[in-house]
């Protein structure tokens, strides 16, 4: 029964098919994670600060794009931020598809990070950035030198969750018709009548799952090399 | 496509328009191994387009959903993704008064189900039909005959569209039979090189109705609605269409067009 | 240019929307009730080092985690069925596979995928707790199993929370892949309402609107929660 | 009642313990005395299977075990009849006083709840925490949460119990009292092994004094012994610089 | 060149500082006595703002801050002057003795990395952890890591140290070593604060000895005044206990 409906020789085909595709999704992940982490460190850093109105305003953030599924912020950016913009006299109706989604990715992963950033935050002792201002430190040198790489070892897990995941969402980018390694799947199974997807989708997880390993291998290092002297319950 | 800012210069310029596909929709429109646009609906724009000097059209790639958002949302003109005409749709969008293309849609069946000629037959039969993504047009045209059959309805499911191979579900047993277009059964199954033509044997395409389809413009694109309009009548006449339908379907839909009725 | 929304159609589609609720919580609910424990003790297995299990859980983190959820539901939904229909043909079992409600791929799928996400969390929250705790425990005469539960769980939650939330949040925000599935959830329903008129941004606005609602409350019960696990620690100044 | 033989334990190239053997005796009080980073702390820990030993066999009771391969329950059963005082405290966090206090009677002693409350909290008041049940281990101070820490000992009623420099965050004054608790609780018939810098009290209470340095028992000795006439160089040089001169007048 | 006034704090409804005034001159070295959970270790934190005080002001020779509304500023420049050694050590975890030391001259102060590594080696040597250069915190004993946790503080060279129980975790041995470094150091002008339970280091060094008990200042003196001639009930029957039988001999 299988074999009438499954040809390996597919998988090898989709490999060389998807493969050019990869760098859109490392372009369009990587710039997200980039900004993503940088505003989502922000709102980490209102969270935990002293301004109530900030830390309101960071936890609705939160809420918000969290709790927004990604297509509608997605269409949201994309009709909404040209509509705006057109409201300003800014005609952004040919700016490249692209850029609206790193803006999603962008949103989205801020609110994530943040609060991957602010329980890995929280869980340094206090005495540790206590010690850092005694010996003369300012409050910024003391989370840059003392908290944060302590605080990342904690938070690289759930990063890497989110990263993973951000890799995954090329299928939303296509739903604007940009063509990322899980859209050109779709396409490649629309182009076969929808058969031999299984092949082609086995092909995709293969990629994605290589790449999953090189990521958590990275990360893996990381975390050693940045949690020298850290303390685990380790019950053995 | 940069002349973004040339839409001032007045009515004599050529007006650049989006038109939007949906790049997944084999062989009506999708985009082919060169990442070009393609199929039946896109090929007949382009010809729509070689028409109409004042008008350059710029071809989109895109989903069904973003497809009718944007064309109502003004992002694109006009779109072309294989839709039926309804009254509700003429709400939202504008048509054309001259229709697009044929669609020939059917149930792919086991052949020992051969005798069910018709959506009657087959909900009669309590069988199973395959799922239907919710933006497909075949999605409509089940739906239509369950609100003119309240008492006799095909049991109907929406799902997605990448992740259901009619041919393999019915074949399998998991579902009794599937709505598809006769273009990719063809291709997929009568075809010599067709990736089941090993099945041929076991599974029938029954045709059960013939619809028109139809471009979606944006409400406020009447002057490109009329244009359009005019073209496409002048390539029906020079039998353009049919062509169009041989290469796309493997079959001239227009011999048909008679027994049309919507 | 906008087209003014079609306000009935939002409204009722609201409701049909709503009435999707119950299998999205169902598929969260079980997913969770499963990945929670089933997560923990992956990470465990990789805060200890348990030698065998540590490797198979990477290698099974490393593979769900890793890949699309679509796709995995896309290739269980594709080939178990095909797999037993073959095992069953071989030992002469009279069943039809194709008979199972599609809601059970949704448990398992997403049961699994969650389990691989939730270990990290865990694992990362694990490693916040001083050894000293443990010792503590053990030195009074608590087991392992004791410790685990009265000492270093309650102070782990605390940085698990937010993370179980994103979590949480996330996996109800996935169920809508179970259109793949053809499941009556949110998105589906929405989405099939919206196909006779193509009011599609009236169907948007409605998932949007529900899943605020429904990851608000969500969320809000995890801030909740938090505070309460979190009264022992000082107050960051 | 306790005793130990042959105890070993490196971290990576460094040997810490070279092979340390005691002898304690039911209610005996053994002080160990010795330079910071000696090795006392891990000699403690590797009793209570805190660190595991390389080599080494423990006894306790009728309880023979080896310290490097003691099966889990082997460890859970040292652990039930020994407490621990720890140099750093290791408060539960996420209890208050007297939920510390409590925990290990109600999960490890399967003590009813109301018992081990009344025990609790006698065994703070006999600290001097009476005002400081229901602080968390954030709110107190260095000493409160070292009394504390003795307390949660005390209140097991263990046959033995392991105190690693117990009255180090403590002011004189209570230094006087804490002792004086132990010191009736070694009257009461329990086996102590402390770990001290107080010369004081392991002149008074302890049945036995050892002298560790560099990972072994440079001398082992009643407090008479070791503190009037030690046989080894090198605790004469500790002893020189750790005694006050006045002690000397004052014999 | 130290003052400060009329410092107050509470922890919710509770009031440990109630209006605590010192003045410490240029070099001096004020040991600060005291029963547990008197609030001796808040005191030094509000004055390196570790806590926000309810009220009270400090000067630093000319700079005069508000504790309770001091800017970041004027925080910053008062930690610039001051070092802290804490209770319970607080070394850097992600650090090894060397870059513990190290960090607050080399980020703290600007110092070059090669000044830096030599003032941080040279302090530690002095508390005599030559051979534990490379080893993190944890792999310390606690003894250990409270001297690095001193050379920290030593190796800023600041105008002001404050110690909070700084030899808690010593044998006598090392007690006596440290309390010479602090002794020279107080020689060479460095202001010093000490929250110690050493009387032996208060009566020797000290120039004045305060005595808090509850939030307040009990009495404050030079060491002979509050040792042999003490004012106040409480101070007596604090000293009573605390000092042994034999300093009464050696008078
Ligand atoms: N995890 C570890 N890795 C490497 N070395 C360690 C580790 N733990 C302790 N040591 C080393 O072992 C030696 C003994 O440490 P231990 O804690 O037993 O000393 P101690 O006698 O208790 O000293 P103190 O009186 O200062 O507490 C020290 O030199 C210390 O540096
Ligand atoms: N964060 C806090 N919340 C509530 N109470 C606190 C807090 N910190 C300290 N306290 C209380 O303040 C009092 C003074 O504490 P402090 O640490 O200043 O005492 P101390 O004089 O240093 O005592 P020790 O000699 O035991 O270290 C104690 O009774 C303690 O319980
Ligand atoms: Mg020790
Ligand atoms: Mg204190």
């Known amino acids: 029964m299988i074999e009438k409906y499954f040809d390996p020789s597919y998988i090898w085909t989709a490999f060389s098919q998807l493969m050019p595709f990869l760098k859109v999704t490392f372009a369009v992940s990587g710039l997200s994670i980039l900004f993503g982490t940088l505003l989502g460190l922000l709102l980490a850093a209102a969270k935990l600060g002293k301004s109530t109105a900030a830390r309101k305003l960071a936890d609705a953030y939160t809420t918000i794009m969290r709790c927004t599924p990604s297509i509608v912020l997605l269409f949201l950016v994309y009709y909404g931020v040209p509509f705006l913009a057109g409201q300003f006299g800014l005609n952004l109706h040919d700016v490249h598809t692209a850029v609206f989604v790193v803006i999603t990715f962008t949103l989205q992963f801020a609110a994530i990070m943040s609060e991957v950033a602010r329980s890995a935050i929280l869980s340094v002792n206090r005495g540790q950035y206590e010690a850092a201002v005694s010996v003369g430190l300012s409050p910024l040198q003391a989370y840059r030198r003392i908290v944060f790489p302590q605080a990342v070892v904690v938070a690289l897990p759930n990063f890497a969750n989110g990263l993973i995941a951000l890799l995954q969402e090329g299928a939303l980018a296509y739903t604007i018709g940009l063509i990322d390694i899980v859209g050109k799947a779709n396409l490649i199974v629309a182009a076969n009548f929808n058969a031999h997807a299984l092949e082609i989708f086995i092909a995709l997880a293969l990629i994605y799952w290589v790449l999953s390993i090189l990521i958590e291998q990275f990360f893996s290092l990381l975390e050693r090399w940045l949690g020298r002297g850290k303390r685990t319950i380790k019950t053995t | 496509a940069c002349g973004s800012g040339d839409d001032a210069e007045g009515d004599d310029a050529v007006r650049k328009v989006k038109i939007a596909y949906d790049q997944a929709s084999k062989p009506m429109s999708w985009i082919?191994?060169?990442?070009?646009?393609?199929?039946?609906?896109?090929?007949?724009?382009?010809?729509?387009?070689?028409?109409?000097?004042?008008?350059?059209?710029?071809?989109?790639?895109?989903?069904?959903?973003?497809l009718l958002i944007g064309v109502e949302q003004g992002k694109f003109q006009a779109g072309v993704k294989n839709a039926f005409w309804t009254e509700e749709r003429t709400k939202k969008f504008l048509y054309p008064e001259e229709f697009l293309g044929l669609s020939s849609a059917g149930l792919v069946l086991r052949k020992e189900d051969e005798n069910i000629k018709s959506l009657e037959d087959f909900a009669s039969a309590g069988y199973s039909l395959a799922p239907i993504a919710a933006n497909n047009a075949q999605y409509t045209v089940i739906e239509e005959y369950n609100n003119a059959h309240p008492d006799n309805p095909v049991k109907l499911q929406a799902g997605d569209s990448f992740t259901v191979d009619v041919v393999q579900w019915v074949n399998e047993g998991r579902v009794d039979g599937g709505v598809m277009i006769e273009g990719p059964f063809e291709k997929q199954v009568t075809a010599k090189d067709g990736p089941y033509h090993h099945l041929e044997e076991e599974v029938v395409y029954n045709e059960f109705d013939v619809i028109k389809t139809w471009p979606l413009f944006n409400r406020e694109e009447k002057e490109l609605a009329a244009a359009y309009d005019g073209a496409v009548k002048k390539l029906k006449e020079e039998k353009k269409l049919e062509e169009l339908s041989e290469e796309f379907y493997g079959r001239n839909l227009f011999d048909v067009l008679d027994s049309v009725d919507r | 240019m906008q087209q003014s929304l079609n306000i009935p159609f939002l409204i009722d589609t609201f409701f049909t929307a709503l009435s999707g609720v119950p299998i999205t919580l169902a598929v969260t609910a079980v997913a969770m009730l499963i990945a929670v424990p089933a997560g923990f003790l992956l990470a465990l297995s990789r805060v200890n080092e348990v030698p065998v299990l540590r490797e198979i859980t990477k290698v099974y983190v490393s593979f769900v985690r890793g890949t699309p959820i679509i796709v995995q539901i896309f290739i269980t939904y594709a080939s178990v069925p095909l797999i037993l229909t073959a095992l069953f043909e071989k030992y002469g079992i009279q069943a039809n596979v194709y008979e199972l409600n599609p809601i059970w791929y949704a448990f398992i799928v997403f049961s699994f995928s969650t389990t691989a996400i939730l270990s990290e969390v865990f694992r990362s929250a694990l490693s916040t707790v001083d050894r000293g705790q443990l010792e503590a425990a053990w030195s009074v005469g608590l087991t392992g199993?004791?410790?685990?539960?009265?000492?270093?769980?309650?102070?782990?939650?605390?940085?698990?929370?937010?993370?179980?939330?994103?979590?949480?949040?996330?996996?109800?925000?996935?169920?809508?892949?179970?259109?793949?599935?053809?499941?009556?959830?949110?998105?589906l329903k929405a989405k099939v309402a919206a196909n006779a008129g193509y009011n599609y941004i009236e169907a948007y606005i409605d998932i949007f609107l529900v899943y605020l609602i429904l990851c608000s409350v969500v969320e809000f019960a995890f801030k909740k929660y938090e505070q309460r696990a979190a009264r022992f620690r000082v107050q960051h100044v | 009642m306790l005793e130990f033989k042959g105890v070993r334990k490196s971290f990576g190239p460094l040997q810490i313990l070279k092979g340390v053997d005691v002898e304690i005796g039911k209610g005996d009080v053994v002080v160990i005395l010795g330079p910071s980073g000696s090795g006392k702390t891990t000699l403690l820990r590797c009793l209570n299977f805190l660190e595991r030993a390389d080599a080494g066999t423990a006894r306790l009771g009728s309880l023979e075990v080896d310290l490097n391969r003691a099966t889990k329950k082997e460890v859970h059963a040292v652990r039930q009849k020994t407490a621990f005082v720890f140099q750093n405290y290791n408060l539960f966090n996420n209890k208050t006083a007297l939920e510390n206090v409590m925990e290990g009677l109600i999960t490890g002693r399967k003590q009813p709840k109301e018992t081990a409350r009344k025990k609790a909290a006698a065994a703070l008041d006999k600290v001097g925490l009476s005002d400081k049940y229901d602080a968390y281990p954030v709110q107190l101070s260095g000493g409160q949460q070292q009394r504390v820490g003795i307390a949660r000992a005390l209140a097991l009623d263990p046959e033995v119990i392991l105190f690693d420099e117990p009255t180090s965050a403590l002011d004189p004054e209570l230094v006087g009292e804490v002792l004086g608790v132990m010191r009736q609780i070694a009257a009461d018939g329990t086996t102590m092994l402390v770990v001290t810098h107080e010369m004081q009290f392991a002149k008074d209470v302890a049945s036995q004094v050892v002298f560790m340095d560099d990972g072994v028992i440079v001398e082992a000795g009643t407090p008479g012994q070791i503190f009037d006439r030690p046989a080894e160089e090198r605790t004469k040089r500790f002893l020189r610089r750790v005694l006050p001169d006045e002690y000397n007048y004052s014999i």
Request: aromatic share 8%.
């Open chain 2, 32 to 66: 082919d191994e060169n990442g070009k646009p393609t199929g039946y609906d896109v090929e007949v724009m382009k010809l729509v387009d070689e028409l109409l000097p004042d008008y350059e059209f710029e071809f989109v790639g895109t989903t069904s959903d973003d």
């Open chain 3, 145 to 187: 199993f004791q410790s685990f539960r009265r000492i270093i769980i309650p102070q782990a939650l605390v940085s698990a929370l937010p993370n179980l939330a994103t979590a949480t949040v996330n996996l109800i925000k996935a169920t809508s892949l179970g259109y793949a599935l053809s499941l009556q959830e949110i998105t």
